[in-house]
């Protein structure tokens, strides 16, 4: 009797090792695995739902335009139908300024709206129109918490890169510069406003941001491309 007492107690401590040291050791890999897994395929859909919500926004701008533009020709139409007052103008419908991509006025973007506009046309190269939509979202709501020192990088690049909007570029990134100094994107802002100073003619303050960058941040990117035009344009500014 003792002899089978002994073996039971024996052959239940063995089990039970197996039990702790190897099927829960297994379920607790298999946990982490799934986890792993779960973590992995979130962010995959978040960046899904990002990319969405930037076409949804564009394709609710393309459908608010159609109607814009429908309710306007179809307005026309029975204004210039009615003989006593052909030259009448429709005093609901905004007269759309064709230079303005935005024309918040018809359309009344929300700051979520407009950065996402913003950011998707930036992506796909169209400056133009992201400049626009970043320059709307910042002068009409700088107070926004959307309005971030990422916001502001992108809007200055954007401007910049339109070819034209040095001023708009400037203003963006000089805000950037001033208000977050700490920021990630702070010696690419401070790049970037030089160069658009110095295509405004503000030849002295980019040479003071190259002398800058000369001193203090010599082994970093910014620097390689300011060199590549400092004795040129040091040249020139002097002569």
């Known amino acids: 009797m003792k002899i089978f007492f002994v073996f039971s107690i024996l052959a239940f401590s063995y089990v039970f090792s197996l039990w702790k040291y190897g099927g829960m050791e297994k379920s607790v890999t298999a946990k982490w695995n799934g986890q792993y897994e779960y973590e992995k395929k979130a962010l995959s859909l978040a960046k899904e739902n990002r990319l969405l919500n930037a076409r949804l926004s564009d394709l609710q701008y393309k459908i608010s335009e159609l109607e814009s533009k429908n309710k306007f020709h179809t307005a026309q139409m029975k204004n210039e139908s009615e003989a006593t007052s052909p030259k009448r103008t429709i005093a609901s419908i905004p007269a ?26 930036l992506h796909f190269k169209n400056y133009e129109k992201s400049a626009q939509f970043y320059n709307e979202l910042i002068n009409r709501f700088p107070k926004n918490q959307v309005v971030s020192d990422r916001v502001l990088f992108g809007a200055g690049v954007a401007a910049f890169e339109t070819g034209k909007r040095y001023d708009w570029s400037e203003k963006h990134l000089d805000h950037l510069v001033k208000n977050y100094p700490k920021s990630e994107f702070y010696r690419g802002a401070k790049l970037w406003l030089a160069l658009a100073q110095y295509n405004q003619g503000d030849h002295q303050k980019f040479l003071a941001t190259v002398e800058e960058f000369r001193l203090k941040y010599r082994n970093t990117e910014e620097w390689k491309i300011l060199s590549r035009y400092y004795e040129d344009i040091n040249y020139k500014v002097k002569k």
Not at 100 to 107: F, H, P, R
């Open 96 to 121: 759309t300024n064709t230079n303005d991509l935005v024309n918040y006025d018809i359309y009344k973007w929300t700051p979520e709206k407009l950065l996402a506009i913003g950011e998707k046309e």
